[in-house]
């Protein structure tokens, strides 16, 4: 029988909104009160721009909606995996000869890329004949792809799980938790899925023996790595998989008691997920440990009443669940699954007010749910940091929560946070690191890009000029 949160899949907008406007209890004193909040935060990270990520800073100079920034996406999606160097050339000139590129600044990579792109787009100037031109091309190459890979490093902790542990040290001593993520999008093959079980398998080891400074770190499990066929239409043979082999998972993190937190990926797969998830939580072995998790999508319709089903989930099993409430990383992808699919609604709110707004009304639930379970807020929006923390204050207090930010995001406003500085106390702050090689990042960040350059998000908006966009308030729009 499907879960009751299912019938929300691709209900009315307007009816979904209704409801959670109704279950936000929102007033003048509190839009006003999180207002000013959103304010100081916004100041403070324009203050310190030192605090901003590499590719926050590169944002703000090449915006995705500008000549540069396409031309700067279109290369990082396709030049490391063009096989042929007539064809990446092409690629290069084509793309670099689009608008403007400053060699200053102060940021590594926009001096990299600055200095990259411009000595790429003067050299193959130069050299139009082929002869020629063969002999620069290594060079060349080298540059832009080296460019590129340093802006995706920005994103990652480093190759290896060993790397990432050192790296992670830093940040450990200014107080942050940390999340490990194994870099991959979903297993294709058998063997794909066998590698990336044990590249979780032996993370889990070694974080589990790490000295930890404060507290243990966890790692974080995408389903779609542990089953080449995890589709709802061979569900009789990846779900008792999958459930298999995140148990194990399961077990490892709970003998080095760390926390495991399970992706959340495609809309279509929610429901096999909650399948999977459930019947793990289940299990009597694990009881005790209440380092499982999962993290659900505010911009899915059915994220709210979903909430519900966690809950009864707890009660059920006698455990705590660790929750990360997400908006959703994909929001392009969906609508346009849903187009092609032809079906009748969007499983996914289509305007980023009701996004945000869905955001909010879950993260009041969780909070009012704080006995059994354990919300964390992943988001790097000023404005709906301001609000969770004035949710929390009138749901029982600041305690039994934390935020959640991307390793490369979110630092200036995050440090501000952990260290109670404007804020009414300080509240833990766990990072979201990947770990992986230059191969399995660049979808990675291809996502990152278009997310924080589309021109709803709050990165895009804080960076530019009118700040107002970016404290927008949901429950007005
Ligand atoms: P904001 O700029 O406030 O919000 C941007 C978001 O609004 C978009 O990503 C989209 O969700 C939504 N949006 C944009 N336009 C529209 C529109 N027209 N209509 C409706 N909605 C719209 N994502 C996952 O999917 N799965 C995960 O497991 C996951 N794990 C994460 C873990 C952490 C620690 C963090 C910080 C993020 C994680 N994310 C994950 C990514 C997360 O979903 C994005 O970071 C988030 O969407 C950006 O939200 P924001 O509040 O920072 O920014």
Not at 65 to 75: F, R, V
Not at 264 to 293: C, K, T
Not at 450 to 457: D, H, K, Q, V, Y
Request: net charge neutral.
């Amino acid at each position: 029988m499907p879960p009751p949160f299912a019938t929300d899949h691709l209900s009315d907008e307007a009816i979904c909104v209704a409801t959670l406007l109704s279950a936000l209890k929102w007033d003048n004193d509190r839009r006003l009160r999180i207002a000013l909040q959103a304010e100081r935060f916004v100041q403070h990270i324009r203050d310190h721009k030192g605090g901003l990520g590499e590719i926050e800073t590169f944002l703000e100079h090449y915006p995705l909606g500008s000549p540069e920034g396409l031309a700067l996406m279109t290369l990082a999606e396709a030049l490391l995996r063009i096989p042929d160097a007539a064809t990446a050339d092409a690629l290069i000139a084509e793309k670099l000869a689009a608008g403007t590129w400053k060699t200053g600044g102060t940021s590594g990579v926009m001096k990299l890329a600055g200095i990259g792109v411009n000595l790429a787009r003067k050299t193959l100037g130069s050299f139009p004949d082929s002869a020629e031109r063969s002999l620069i091309r290594p060079l060349i190459h080298k540059g832009a792809e080296e460019a590129i890979r340093r802006i995706g490093r920005q994103f990652v902790v480093g190759e290896n799980i060993a790397d990432a542990l050192s790296a992670a040290k830093k940040l450990e001593h200014q107080g942050y938790r940390m999340s490990y993520d194994m870099l991959g999008e979903g297993a294709r093959t058998a063997a794909d899925a066998n590698r990336y079980f044990e590249r979780y398998a032996a993370a889990a080891d070694i974080i589990g023996k790490a000295e930890s400074l404060r507290q243990k770190s966890g790692v974080s499990v995408k389903l779609s790595a542990l089953h080449p066929r995890y589709s709802w239409t061979q569900k009789d043979r990846c779900v008792p998989d999958i459930i298999d082999r995140l148990s194990q998972l399961c077990r490892m993190a709970a003998e080095s008691n760390i926390s495991l937190t399970v992706d959340a990926e495609e809309a279509d797969r929610l429901e096999i997920s909650w399948e999977i998830i459930s019947a793990v939580a289940r299990l009597p072995d694990l009881r005790g440990w209440n380092g499982f998790g999962l993290a659900i999508q505010a911009y899915d319709k059915r994220c709210f009443r979903l909430i519900d089903a966690i809950d009864d989930l707890a009660v059920e099993a006698g455990r705590k669940i660790q929750v990360r409430l997400v908006k959703g990383a994909d929001w392009d992808t969906e609508i346009k699954r849903a187009q092609v699919a032809g079906l009748p609604d969007y499983p996914v709110f289509t305007r980023k007010a009701n996004t945000d707004l869905s955001y909010l009304a879950s993260a009041r639930k969780l909070l009012a749910l704080r006995e059994r379970i354990y919300p964390m807020f992943g988001t790097h929006n000023a404005h709906t940091v301001a609000a969770v923390l004035d949710m929390a204050a009138d749901t029982g207090g600041i305690g039994g929560f934390e935020f959640q930010r991307l390793y490369g995001m979110g630092g200036a406003l995050y440090d501000m946070v952990m260290a109670g500085h404007q804020v009414p106390a300080s509240v833990p702050v766990s990072i979201y690191a990947p770990i992986g090689s230059h191969e399995d990042l660049l979808p990675y960040l291809i996502r990152r890009m278009l997310e924080n350059g589309a021109n709803t998000s709050f990165v895009y908006h804080v960076l530019s000029a009118g700040h107002d966009a970016a404290l927008k308030d949901p429950a007005k729009d």
